[in-house]
């Protein structure tokens, strides 16, 4: 099935450390999501971006709707050991907003 | 504020078997998608109930199917379950608002396997 470009695709940090990810697609995409997944559970929605160039923040996170509406990334400050999990990008296409395509993933692994 | 909640967690069938997953959606919502994540990759959309009737569908067999109920909770169906068949379905609910979908929230899913 289709998946998004997703990179990188594992990162080992120390903690304090900031993180950065982000996601690209060849088509255009008309919403931009972010996730976290821990294991054993669902994906749990971190950021939602609805516009081309949009910045926003949740606490240390913040993220980014790319110009081409092609791209987004994640950017995480001042990483905590609980920031440990693996991290999806999710898009809704332009003219098929009625479903998400996720990203390949991101684990994360923050060490004291 | 309930979440979206799934049930059963776990479940283990054998090939060639028939399966009934379920979701109710997070208060308030009235649309309900379903993926299927397997070990490893990103989850991969099935299909997406609003109103009653499948809206969306991915690429999936006619093996899968599902039902939505006027309470907007949701059944996933899948028949002659195959090894491939094993992975995590999640279910996502969200409410269809003027000018787009809001976000899809997700429950914790069911984990499916195949023997």
């Known amino acids: 099935g289709q998946q998004l470009n997703q990179s990188p695709q594992s990162m080992f940090i120390q903690e304090g450390e900031d993180v950065s990810m982000n996601c690209t697609s060849s088509s255009i995409f008309n919403t931009w999501l972010w996730y976290k997944q821990d294991p054993g559970e669902g994906p749990v929605l971190l950021i939602a971006l609805y516009k081309a160039g949009e910045l926003t923040s949740n606490g240390r996170l913040t993220a980014q709707f790319g110009i081409t509406r092609k791209d987004s990334f994640l950017n995480i400050s001042a990483s905590i050991p609980s920031d440990v999990g693996i991290y999806f990008c999710a898009g809704q296409p332009l003219y098929n907003t009625d479903k998400l395509i996720f990203g390949t993933g991101t684990r994360l692994q923050v060490f004291p | 504020d309930a979440g979206v909640t799934q049930s059963p967690t776990h479940l283990i069938k054998t090939r060639g078997q028939q399966v009934t997953l379920r979701c109710s959606p997070k208060?308030?919502?009235?649309?309900v998608s379903w993926y299927q994540q397997a070990l490893g990759q990103g989850p991969q959309f099935i299909f997406q109930y609003y109103e009653e009737e499948e809206r969306q569908r991915g690429n999936f067999p006619d093996r899968f199917s599902g039902h939505q109920f006027p309470n907007y909770s949701s059944e996933l169906n899948v028949n002659a379950l195959l090894l491939g068949d094993s992975a995590l379905y999640l279910c996502?609910?969200?409410?269809?608002?003027?000018?787009?979908?809001?976000?899809?929230?997700f429950g914790d899913g069911t984990r499916l396997s195949i023997l």
């Open positions: 208060s308030g919502h009235d649309t």
């Open positions: 996502a609910s969200s409410l269809r608002g003027l000018g787009g979908n809001q976000p899809q929230h």
